[in-house]
């Protein structure tokens, strides 16, 4: 599984980016695709998810801002960034999981106060 992710920059605290990723390679329909992000000094961490089916999860400090969506026909997923802060600052990278968990590149996203 191939992941290729575009949309990221930089960005006033208060402003909106979206980010897109295509999956590609051995694809199931059923899967979870979503986003991580890797902050300043910290871990990487799950931002948004959503399945197949369309259930999604969010964390807590995106909750409201963020918005994940996707084409199951385009395995495409999305992730709209809204009200983004400075602490969302991070690279950001496209996951998608079915059995094993794949992560594309990182895309950088920076938010200047």
Same mark, same amino acid.
Request: glycine share 14%; proline share 2%.
């Given at each position: 599984v @191939?992941? @290729?992710a575009s949309g990221g920059g930089l960005v006033q605290a208060g402003g909106s980016l979206r980010l897109s990723? =295509?999956?590609s390679g051995s694809i199931f329909s059923t899967n979870v695709m979503g986003w991580y992000r890797q902050l300043p000094g910290k871990q990487r961490d799950s931002v948004a998810l959503i399945t197949s089916g369309g259930s999604t999860n969010y964390a807590e400090s995106v909750k409201g801002r963020f918005t994940v969506s996707r084409d199951n026909a385009k395995n495409v997923v999305y992730l709209q960034m809204n009200s983004l802060?400075? =602490?969302?600052?991070?690279v950001y990278y496209c996951y998608y999981h079915m059995g094993q968990s794949y992560w594309g590149k990182g895309t950088q996203v920076t938010v200047s106060s």
């Amino acid at each position: 599984v @191939q992941l @290729q992710a575009s949309g990221g920059g930089l960005v006033q605290a208060g402003g909106s980016l979206r980010l897109s990723c =295509e999956a590609s390679g051995s694809i199931f329909s059923t899967n979870v695709m979503g986003w991580y992000r890797q902050l300043p000094g910290k871990q990487r961490d799950s931002v948004a998810l959503i399945t197949s089916g369309g259930s999604t999860n969010y964390a807590e400090s995106v909750k409201g801002r963020f918005t994940v969506s996707r084409d199951n026909a385009k395995n495409v997923v999305y992730l709209q960034m809204n009200s983004l802060r400075p =602490e969302d600052t991070g690279v950001y990278y496209c996951y998608y999981h079915m059995g094993q968990s794949y992560w594309g590149k990182g895309t950088q996203v920076t938010v200047s106060s």
